[in-house]
C-alpha cells in the first residue's frame, strides 16, 4: 500500500475544497454557466505553504478560457478566505490558477493516433 506524503494529502484537500468552492459557493453571474464546467486537474503546494498552484481545465470551450480565467483570479481572495475556514493547515496559500493543456493536448493526440491507425487500415 502506498503512503502519501504530508504535502499530497494537503494538496487533494486543497483540490476537492476549492473544486466545492467553485461549483456551490461563487455567484458571479457573468461566469456561472462557465464556472459549472470547471475541473479543477491538480494543486502544488509550495513546501512553505504560501503559494498554491491551482490547475484548471474546462469543458466551456476555448472561446470562454479567458473570462474563466479572470473569474477565477478575480475570486481569488474569495476562495482563499473559505479556503482557510476549511483547511487547518498554519497558513493558507495564495492561489495561482493556471489553465492545464494536458487534457486538450491529450485529446488531440489520441485523433491523431485515430486518424493514423484509420489510414493504416485503408492502405
Known amino acids: ?15 476537492r475544497e476549492l473544486a466545492d ?10 461566469l456561472a454557466q462557465h464556472l459549472k464546467l470547471v ?3 491538480d494543486v502544488e503546494v509550495t513546501p512553505d505553504y ?15 478560457r479567458l473570462a474563466i480565467d479572470r473569474g477565477l483570479k478575480a475570486a ?4 482563499r478566505r473559505e479556503l482557510g475556514k476549511r483547511v487547518r493547515i498554519h497558513h493558507t496559500p495564495e492561489l ?5 493543456e494536458s487534457v486538450e493536448r491529450g485529446t488531440h493526440l489520441a485523433h491523431l493516433i485515430d486518424d493514423a491507425v484509420k ?5
Open 76 to 79: 481569488a481572495g474569495f476562495l
Open 119 to 123: 489510414s493504416d487500415r485503408h492502405e
Open 96 to 100: 495561482h490558477f493556471h489553465y492545464d
Open 50 to 64: 504560501a503559494h498554491a498552484k491551482v490547475f484548471y481545465t474546462s469543458l466551456s470551450g476555448p472561446e470562454h
Open 39 to 41: 475541473t479543477l486537474t
Open 21 to 30: 468552492l467553485i461549483r456551490n459557493e461563487l455567484k458571479d453571474p457573468r
Open 1 to 15: 500500500m502506498k503512503s502519501f506524503s504530508r504535502s499530497e494529502r494537503v494538496n487533494e484537500q486543497i483540490r
